[in-house]
Nanobody, 121 residues
Framework: VQLQASGGGLVQTGGSLRLSCAAS????????RSWFRQAPGKEREFVAAITWSGSNTFYTDSVKGRFIISRDNAKNTVYLQMNSLKPEDTAVYYC???????????????WGQGTQVTVSS
């Protein structure tokens, strides 16, 4: 079972990136899917989550109105569209899957390897 995150990179302030997290080895259509991030010297923090059906989404306050999480269960993939990026968004972004959406990392059973997002000022 593998979650493969991709789409990170270097972007200027105000720019956009779209992260993808493709799953393989099993289907995650009944799982909540989420994104977390971890900046150097900081703890991993919740960014966004989407329920298995896609009917509900959750965001940390700092990304509301700028980031959009979505999923395509046919492709076993979740996305994070990041707009109006700020230097404080710089971090390694991790995708994760769990039976239900949660804000805390320890409730997630499956993790991707992370993709670096760097926003220059």
């Amino acid at each position: 079972v593998q979650l493969q995150a991709s789409g990170g990179g270097l972007v200027q302030t105000g720019g956009s990136l779209r992260l993808s997290c493709a799953a393989s080895g099993r289907t995650f259509s009944s799982f909540a899917r989420s994104w977390f991030r971890q900046a150097p010297g900081k703890e991993r923090e919740f960014v966004a989550a989407i329920t298995w059906s896609g009917s509900n989404t959750f965001y940390t306050d700092s990304v509301k109105g700028r980031f959009i999480i979505s999923r395509d269960n046919a492709k076993n993939t979740v996305y994070l569209q990041m707009n109006s990026l700020k230097p404080e968004d710089t971090a390694v972004y991790y995708c994760a899957a769990a039976r239900r959406a949660s804000l805390v990392p320890y409730e997630y059973d499956f993790w991707g390897q992370g993709t670096q997002v760097t926003v220059s000022s």
